[in-house]
T-cell receptor
């Protein structure tokens, strides 16, 4: 089974801090994605990557950046955390659109 | 602009009955549709999918129906079980892309 591991289940950060969310997958998938889940808004795509060192903006990239230096690792970076970035962050990997495997999520609270 | 919409934020169904979850989309370029299920504190898991060349796909208790002219799909769960209680997301993708656009989710509660 594909495993997608997100490094933290819960994080509490202060406004203005730089925050790193890490995601690692173990099945050699090319595609990796970062979504955030908010009540009433569903899952919204922040950034995605089709290959190492490649990245593309999703629907809500503002305030975020990403890094993909190795195929198995996709990091989401909040350059200067703000309270409106309090959310559940979900990482996924896939070979094709039907085959998304999600991590368990990181619940980030910015205070 | 929400391209995939689930207009019912919640649904409550008695065990053994049918659960029907609905999803509407606006982009006619979508050609592949999926349903994901999410339990609290877990990531979404793939449930069932349908290609735009079909109008029905069945997998055990789960059936997805697609009405392209109405830009509408639905997920039927028969019979519903308490373990089906979760949030269900529909998702769509365009031909030759791997990016999924998700709906807002419907929380299903199945009570005994």
């Amino acid at each position: 089974d594909v495993k997608v591991t997100q490094s933290s289940r819960y994080l509490v950060k202060r406004t203005g801090e730089k925050v790193f969310l890490e995601c690692v997958q173990d099945m050699d998938h090319e595609n990796m994605f970062w979504y955030r889940q908010d009540p009433g808004l569903g899952l919204r795509l922040i950034y995605f990557s089709y290959d190492v060192k490649m990245k593309e903006k999703g629907d809500i990239p503002e305030g975020y950046s990403v890094s993909r230096e190795k195929k198995e690792r996709f990091s989401l970076i909040l350059e200067s955390a703000s309270t409106n970035q309090t959310s559940m962050y979900l990482c996924a990997s896939s070979l094709w659109s039907g085959g998304y495997t999600f991590g368990s999520g990181t619940r980030l609270t910015v205070v | 602009d929400q391209q995939v919409k689930q207009n019912s934020p919640s649904l409550s169904v008695q065990e053994g009955r049918i659960s029907i979850l609905n999803c509407d989309y606006t982009n006619s370029m979508f050609d592949y549709f999926l349903w994901y299920k999410k339990y609290p504190a877990e990531g979404p898991t793939f449930l069932i999918s349908i290609s735009s060349i079909k109008d029905k796909n069945e997998d055990g208790r789960f059936t997805v129906f697609l009405n392209k002219s109405a830009k509408h799909l639905s997920l039927h769960i028969v019979p519903s079980q308490p373990g089906d209680s979760a949030v269900y997301f529909c998702a769509a993708s365009k031909y030759n892309t791997d990016k999924l656009i998700f709906g807002t989710g419907t929380r299903l509660q199945v009570f005994p």
